[in-house]
């Protein structure tokens, strides 16, 4: 009976999602859609010169209508698209760089094409196009924390998986841990043989095997001396079938050894041990860079913004259209720290990946 209910949880829970996958490519198009006419809308109106001169209240209440419709189907199309591509986060990036459009990328528009006479308008636009811009950077905030969360609780499944296909179906016995103020040496971990160490070089010079690439499994001669020990019994059974393994390449005493260190299970104890040490210093470090360089990226996004409205008054047709003050609006603590939080965000989340790749899955560390 729990296994009927956990499958049909299961099923249904697939059903679900296989549902809301369905429904959000449908709300993508017609989001995506509202979205290009209503900015299409406002483009058509200051590009096309309509709003160079004073404008009556009919054209402010359309675009009072069409900001909020451009606002609305902004934030659903991002939803959308974030829901549909949801195995991968570069995505988010992409959104935030169209969210950022909106914010910073209308204001610059208005400058160079409305006049002081349509300043309503204009303010108007400029107002509803940074609720747009704002709305979707929340969308790729939530997206971010998300994969965060995902990143962290699926791992173990993640690492199974990446070992699995590197061909370890062995689970390691565990004969004892080394000290924990640091790694433990070859010797010291599963797989490696009591029987053996006297006559390994490795635990004879009391340097790891990955270090002078020697070690009982991955050298024939060993590993035949293994065997032989296992006649009488020091050996498991199943030790010795996974030894006997070793050797079926054809491999003889004195060859070369029969494996590299990256496929063998000693090595990849050490560096599970190594990703359990050192992810929690990347990470660590990571969040120190993001807040050394905090008043550093501050300064640049004051200069950045201060820059971009002397770029919006030079453009202005008249003095009555603030555009560069609208833009100096977005220089707030509040605007700045959400802008700093999604990128530092972002950035945690890559090292995170990074960190796991280089060592746990391409062994580069």
């Known amino acids: 009976m729990r296994q009927g209910k956990s499958g049909g949880a299961s099923t249904v829970s697939i059903d679900l999602m296989a549902k809301v996958i369905a429904w959000s490519a449908w709300l993508l198009k017609l989001a995506a859609l509202a979205l290009l006419l209503s900015t299409g809308y406002v483009l058509y109106g200051v590009y096309g010169g309509h709003l160079s001169q004073a404008v009556d209240q009919r054209i402010l209440q359309n675009l009072q209508i069409i900001g909020q419709v451009m606002a609305v ?6 939803l959308a698209l974030i829901i549909l591509t949801q195995e991968e986060v570069a995505y988010a990036a992409v959104v935030a760089l169209v969210g950022l459009g909106y914010m910073f990328g209308f204001p610059l528009m208005i400058a160079g094409q409305v006049s002081a006479q349509a300043g309503e ?7 509803w196009s940074n609720t747009t811009g704002q709305g979707i950077l929340v969308i790729v905030g939530v997206r971010v924390l998300i994969e965060i969360f995902n990143f962290i609780r699926e791992a173990p499944t993640r690492r199974a998986k990446i070992e699995l296909e590197q061909g370890f179906t062995e689970k390691p016995k565990v004969t004892g841990r080394g000290p924990a103020y640091r790694l433990a040496r070859c010797w010291e971990m599963p797989y490696c043989h009591e029987a053996i160490k006297e006559m390994c070089p490795a635990f004879q010079r009391r340097r790891s095997c990955w270090r002078i690439r020697q070690g009982c499994n991955c050298d024939p001669y060993l590993i035949e001396s293994l065997l032989r020990k296992g006649a009488g019994k020091e050996i498991s059974a199943q030790d010795v079938a996974y ?14 050894r029969t494996r590299e260190c990256r496929s063998c299970p000693i090595f990849n104890e050490h560096q599970r041990q190594k990703f359990r040490v050192l992810n929690p210093l990347f990470v660590a470090a990571a969040v120190a860079a993001l807040l050394a360089a905090y ?7 004051t200069a950045f913004i201060e820059g971009m409205a002397k770029l919006a008054h030079q453009l202005a047709y008249g003095t009555q259209v603030p555009v560069d003050e609208w833009i100096r609006a977005l220089d707030t603590p509040a605007v700045w720290f959400f802008f700093y939080l999604i990128v530092g965000l972002l950035a945690l989340s890559y090292v995170l990946k990074a960190v796991e790749w280089a060592i746990l899955q391409r062994k580069m560390l």
């Open 295 to 301: 008043p550093i990226v501050r300064g640049l996004y």
């Open 121 to 127: 308008a204009a303010q108007v636009i400029a107002r």
């Open 73 to 78: 189907s902004g934030v659903l199309a991002a």
């Open 243 to 256: 030894m006997r393994s070793d050797l079926s390449g054809g491999r003889q005493a004195g060859t070369d």
